[in-house]
């Protein structure tokens, strides 16, 4: 079936959960491991020894001689990265899992959350990208069918608006790899707040659901948690415009799942005519990866290099793409302003793109507006520093490489 597609011309596949292509069959009564009384089968359905021959022999027989482009939905354990994604890896890319359910444990019950980092997200992508660029080329996501939107999973509800869809557009658009936009993530989509567990469609989150009840929590205390984490959250239906039903179909008819009350002013429509969009914002990353310019090396295929700005503050993302020229992208996930010392003078930098137009490089001193408790301590050669208010987003380019330390 696979060739069937191929030799009618199709490029490629995602594919779908394929490591649980292959089962550990087992019989007998096992012992809970869970409050709600159940038995976590993880172990038993994923990344089962012998899989890889399977694997290889479908890459070898349809995907391998047609040249065709494959995604695998696919959580390889890092030391197998290269069997995968190398040069004569199964498929050409896998989606990265590492970071995506940083909020809900190992055994994925969405009602027991984890209360995530900054810290650790930073590491959790760091590793990710050095590893991936090693052995071939990465599919980034921070939203598919199966998650919450990202501005309410990532980002406190203080920052649900513009800032935060801008913020995380510019994190995951320049990281090394093809980046994957899901369906109204580019104009910042939200979590819907649905009332009742039975507005909910996804089997996943009535089993959820049943789970928490089952494990202690109240129904109230359930339904906060399918509000947060339901996979429902990215199936609402897409919201074009303030019409009736956000546009996805007619006045009077009824659309299969509840559109998001705020369409109204979150809709394709609204952000086309806003220069200031999240739409627009995500238009300007990608030109900077398709449009031929001074930083597309960079942005495209330069080295993924971090930065350490642990002296600076633990709630910032840094990191470099580093080519003939590199760019400089730095993220503050935090409520409060920070200033980044930078390793050359002010003129050294261009400044590409900001979600805010307060994220400026100034000169030494520190800027006034900037309080000393918010500065970290420069190194030797820093001649300049990057202001970056509340959840900024900022990418600059330099001409010359060199690499920025902190230390």
């Given at each position: 079936?696979?060739?069937?597609?191929l030799?009618?011309?199709?490029?490629?596949?995602?594919?779908?959960?394929?490591?649980?292509?292959?089962?550990?069959?087992?019989?007998?009564?096992?012992?809970?491991?869970?409050?709600?009384?159940?038995?976590?089968?993880?172990?038993?359905i994923?990344?089962?020894?012998?899989?890889?021959?399977?694997?290889?022999?479908?890459d070898?027989?349809?995907?391998?001689?047609?040249?065709?482009?494959?995604?695998?939905?696919?959580?390889?354990?890092?030391?197998?990265?290269?069997?995968?994604?190398?040069?004569?890896?199964?498929?050409?890319?896998?989606?990265?899992?590492?970071?995506?359910?940083?909020?809900?444990?190992?055994?994925?019950?969405?009602?027991?959350?984890?209360?995530?980092?900054?810290?650790?997200?930073?590491e959790?992508?760091?590793?990710?990208?050095?590893?991936?660029?090693?052995?071939?080329?990465?599919?980034?996501?921070?939203?598919?069918?199966?998650?919450?939107?990202?501005?309410?999973?990532?980002?406190?509800?203080?920052?649900?608006?513009?800032?935060?869809?801008?913020?995380?557009?510019?994190?995951?658009?320049?990281?090394?790899?093809?980046?994957f936009?899901?369906?109204?993530?580019?104009?910042?989509?939200?979590?819907?707040?649905?009332?009742?567990?039975?507005?909910?469609?996804?089997?996943?989150?009535?089993?959820?659901?049943?789970?928490?009840?089952?494990?202690?929590?109240?129904?109230?205390?359930?339904?906060?948690?399918?509000?947060?984490?339901?996979?429902?959250?990215?199936?609402?239906?897409?919201?074009?415009?303030?019409?009736?039903?956000?546009?996805?179909?007619?006045?009077?008819?009824?659309?299969?799942?509840?559109?998001?009350?705020?369409?109204?002013?979150?809709?394709?429509?609204?952000?086309?005519?806003?220069?200031?969009?999240?739409?627009?914002?995500?238009?300007?990353?990608?030109?900077?990866?398709?449009?031929?310019?001074?930083?597309?090396?960079?942005?495209?295929?330069?080295?993924?290099?971090?930065?350490?700005?642990?002296?600076?503050?633990?709630?910032?993302?840094?990191?470099?793409r580093?080519?003939?020229?590199?760019?400089?992208?730095?993220?503050?996930?935090?409520?409060?302003?920070?200033?980044?010392?930078?390793?050359?003078?002010?003129?050294?930098?261009?400044?590409?793109?900001?979600?805010?137009?307060?994220?400026?490089?100034?000169?030494?001193?520190?800027?006034?507006?900037?309080?000393?408790k918010?500065?970290?301590?420069?190194?030797?050669?820093?001649?300049?520093?990057?202001?970056?208010p509340?959840y900024?987003?900022?990418?600059?380019?330099?001409?010359?490489?060199?690499?920025?330390?902190?230390?």
């Amino acid at each position: 079936m696979i060739n069937w597609w191929l030799d009618r011309g199709l490029g490629g596949f995602r594919i779908d959960a394929i490591m649980n292509l292959k089962k550990r069959i087992e019989y007998g009564v096992f012992p809970a491991d869970g409050p709600d009384g159940l038995v976590y089968i993880g172990s038993w359905i994923l990344n089962q020894p012998g899989i890889e021959t399977w694997l290889k022999e479908i890459d070898d027989k349809t995907f391998r001689p047609h040249n065709a482009l494959t995604v695998a939905e696919a959580d390889v354990p890092p030391s197998q990265l290269a069997k995968y994604i190398g040069p004569d890896g199964y498929f050409r890319m896998v989606f990265d899992f590492s970071y995506t359910d940083i909020d809900v444990p190992a055994t994925g019950e969405w009602f027991k959350q984890h209360h995530w980092t900054v810290t650790e997200l930073r590491e959790k992508i760091f590793s990710t990208e050095e590893r991936t660029q090693q052995v071939g080329w990465g599919a980034r996501y921070l939203e598919n069918h199966d998650q919450p939107r990202s501005v309410n999973k990532y980002l406190p509800a203080e920052a649900e608006d513009r800032r935060s869809g801008t913020l995380l557009a510019t994190l995951f658009m320049m990281l090394h790899g093809t980046p994957f936009i899901y369906q109204g993530q580019e104009i910042g989509m939200s979590n819907i707040p649905l009332t009742s567990v039975d507005q909910y469609e996804d089997v996943a989150t009535h089993d959820q659901y049943r789970r928490a009840v089952a494990s202690g929590l109240s129904p109230a205390e359930a339904l906060h948690w399918m509000v947060q984490r339901s996979r429902d959250n990215s199936r609402t239906p897409m919201q074009w415009d303030d019409s009736a039903n956000a546009g996805f179909t007619t006045a009077g008819v009824t659309p299969w799942f509840p559109v998001n009350p705020n369409y109204t002013t979150v809709n394709v429509a609204a952000e086309r005519a806003d220069a200031g969009s999240v739409l627009h914002y995500y238009r300007k990353l990608i030109a900077l990866r398709r449009t031929k310019g001074p930083w597309r090396e960079a942005v495209v295929h330069g080295t993924f290099v971090p930065v350490d700005t642990a002296a600076v503050s633990p709630d910032l993302i840094v990191f470099q793409r580093v080519r003939a020229r590199s760019v400089l992208v730095a993220i503050n996930f935090s409520a409060e302003a920070h200033v980044l010392p930078l390793a050359e003078s002010a003129g050294a930098y261009t400044p590409i793109l900001a979600n805010v137009p307060e994220a400026v490089v100034s000169p030494s001193p520190q800027p006034p507006a900037v309080s000393a408790k918010d500065v970290g301590p420069a190194s030797a050669n820093a001649a300049a520093r990057l202001v970056l208010p509340p959840y900024a987003a900022v990418v600059l380019g330099k001409d010359r490489v060199s690499r920025e330390t902190n230390e």
